[in-house]
């Protein structure tokens, strides 16, 4: 019996081993025997020698039961199909998934529990005890040997040696062997039947299992240092044959006894080589194959080898050396994709004849970039030499590059016209200091900064330069970068020019007298024996009517003269600017005391006596001159000026042509001033203003002829507003021109009003101010308003004072003029109060004229109803109506009468009344009569 059990274990083992064997060369693919192609099959067919194993194993120490076989052949059948299927996915999973190590182990699981079931087939019966502990324990080992069959197949491919092949085979052989006799022990020991636990003890049984299961331990830790240490070669082969050509012409001499070991070094090897003679390839390698996308067929094709290296021959051809050093060739993907490889060849024989051994390695990302730096290089090359700014390399003293705009800017037709100097040669003032603390400076900064050089042609130019360390073949040096901005510098200094000072004039504007205001104040405080410091504010008196008769061009000849005058009137400490408009500003500082403060204010003043030339004529001009001393007045230059300003106005209120000293009292009176500006543009916003009407009447026939409109100011918060107080802010701020409007406007709707109500309308004289009248536009502007509202123009009389009349007197004429081809008739209102009307009238092609209250007043004097009559006369000389105006007694309307004045104006007949009263004077519509005409 003993002879028969030693000898079943033999033949177990053997046919165990052998079949292990065969499965391990089945599931590499190097059977000679099944070869055949069929997919998948050497994972099919391994598994299937494996569960081969298992069942020849039980069998060959069990035997064929036939009393057993029937009721257990369907499972039994079942598990051989079922660990087959396991093992054939198992392969297929471990060899092409990623997540090996899971794989790994759940295979391990499944298969450990079918082979332990293998065991129990047809031994189980009821009477078994449920001893769990010792199943547990069957089914532990047949894991832990599944483990084993498992992770030494799947190793041993890595490493496709036959002596590791063999030893794989025997340990799985072992392992499987061991499992079966733990299952039957572990029968045994659950089986009263067979015989006591001590018995087997006795019998050796228990020691046999602990011996099978010590051996499948010792074949694990075998494996595992088996594997290491093909491990530990296999990947220092592959170290030294990356690294170094030599290694690999040693290592290939003493792999020359085995060409199996040497083929499969070759063929596992990462690095891509292949075997040819001449252009014919005779064989690639398995990285080959991937690199460049080809399969072995494909690649193996006549003269494939030209397909692969178009320049191979090139490069090769006439090299009859057993080794060739290393060489570039590109080569072509099966997609058509190029790329780079450093190739080296080596002699060898193959199949009995002279070859060449060739190994590359891919340098694409390498030789891209190199193409790529190279490239980059000259495009650099490109832009220095294209580049609008100045480039320029400098080492130890001399200058070692320099680009084309940089010899431009330098003055340099050629670059190496630079070259030949040092760079101190460049630097203003030949001082090599500059540069070299410049350097200092900028290693640590790394800023712009500016620098005047000298050309070659000794000009000098302002260069903006960053200069920043750099190495020049092998060595420390500086790269400057720079362009010159000369211009720039030049159009900053104008724009600089500009901002602080008058366009018009040349004169420093508000700012510049500011900021010298402050140096002054400044000074000021480092005194011991503080001066006067005056600060005046000088403002052209109606100017803005002399600009708006004589054109903008005139005005800026004025403004020109004035400024000349002024510049040249200036003594030492005194300063002059433009402050805007016809507004100028004048400081004087290191006045000892008031009395040289009245001298220079007096100064200024006879700035303005002598007539100024302006295109061919002479004007008159005066000025209104405010004054603010520091530090009586103000601390700081805005105040100053204010107060200044302040005071300016004071003298224009006084009547323009003087000047005035700053007083606190000002501050109500500029205040008062301010409020009243803002009110009377409310007013006009809101249509505050109401229009009040004076009958002028026909001394003859006591009958209303005409009407002057007049313009009253009932304020809510001031009450009723005087217009002597309103009318000339008005004219000031040039709110008179929509005033002006305004009223006309007001006075033909009015007169529409009268007409609908059957009366019969006499025409309204409205005033015009000297701005209005002396605009260009204002004839067109009057008969856009009659032809909006719709009235005739002999409805409308515009009534002008004297002193507007001879302001521009060609202009006035010709205004005129246009009045009377549109039908409106005019006024010459406050006759006799100018210097000068006498030597215009006869020019003026006026309707009327309007003698001034002022002479009404005096006809109780003998030297007053001279002047009247004397006018009276001259009216009646030139065809012209007279008007009295302010007629307040019966005397004077009698005088008049009897001189043969036409129409008379005054208390005496009406006061100026609303429009609803004055309807009553107005006679019935169509019923005119005498003295109705105007």
Known sequence: MVFIAIFKTIVGLVGSFALAYFSLLVLRGKDQILSFKIPYFRYIGSAFLVDLIVWFIRY???????????????????????????????????????????????????????????????????????EWPILFFSWATSVVSSFVIIWLTFNSLQFPDRRLTISTALIIAISLSGQRMNSLSSLYFLDPERGSLSAHLQNGLFATTIGFDVTIILGLIIGLRIFRQYNQRYTHTISHLRTTQTLLTDTLDRLKDSEDRYRTLVEQSPIPMFVHRDTKMLYVNIAFKSLMGFTALEALDTDSLLTFFPDFIKEFQGREAQQVDAVVLSYITKTGQRGFAEITGLTVRFLGEDAKLAALIDITKERLAELRLQENERKYQELLESSPIGMLIYQKGKIRYVNPTAAKILGAIEPNEILQHNISFFIKDNDPQILQSLFQRQQALQ???????????????DLELLVYPTRYEDDIAFQLVFQDISDRKRTADVIRYMAFHDNLTGLPNRSMIKDRMHQTLSWYETLTEKPKIAIAFIDLDRFKNLNDSLGHSAGDEVIKAVSERLSVSLMQNEFVSRLGGDEFGLLSANLKDMDEIVHFAERLMRVFAAPFQVLGGSFYLSASIGLSVYPDHGTDEETLLQNADMAMYAAKAEGKARYQLYTP???????????????????????????????????????????????????KERGMVSPSEFIPLAEETGLIIEIGAWVTRKVAEQIVVWQNQGHYAVPIAVNASLLEFQGIDYVDRLKAILDDVGISPQLIQVEITERTMIADIDHTIATINRLHRIGVKTSMDDFGVGYSSLSYLRRLPVDKLKIDRSFIEDLTLVDGQAIVYAILVLASTLGLTVVAEGIEHEEELEYLKENGCHQAQGYLLAKPMPALQIASWLPIQNKPTKGDEV
């Open 60 to 130: 060959m120490n069990d035997g064929l039961n036939t009393q057993q076989l029937a009721e257990p052949i369907v499972s039994e059948v079942f598990l051989f199909l079922w660990i087959w299927v396991v093992l054939s996915l198992s392969y297929y999973a471990l060899l092409n998934e990623k997540n090996k190590r899971f794989w790994l182990l759940w295979i391990t699981f499944v298969l450990g529990t079918s082979l332990d079931f293998v065991q129990f087939i047809g031994i189980l019966h009821p009477g078994i005890p449920d």
């Open 447 to 461: 800023q712009t900064f500016e620098i005047k050089a000298r050309r070659l042609d000794d000009k000098i130019v």
């Open 665 to 715: 009292t000002l501050d109500d009176q500029y205040k008062y001033r301010n409020e009243l500006e803002q009110a009377l543009r409310s007013a006009l916003s809101n249509n505050e203003f109401e229009i009040f009407y004076q009958p002028v009447v026909d001394i003859a026939t006591n009958k209303i002829v005409s009407a002057e409109a007049l313009i009253r100011w009932p304020s």
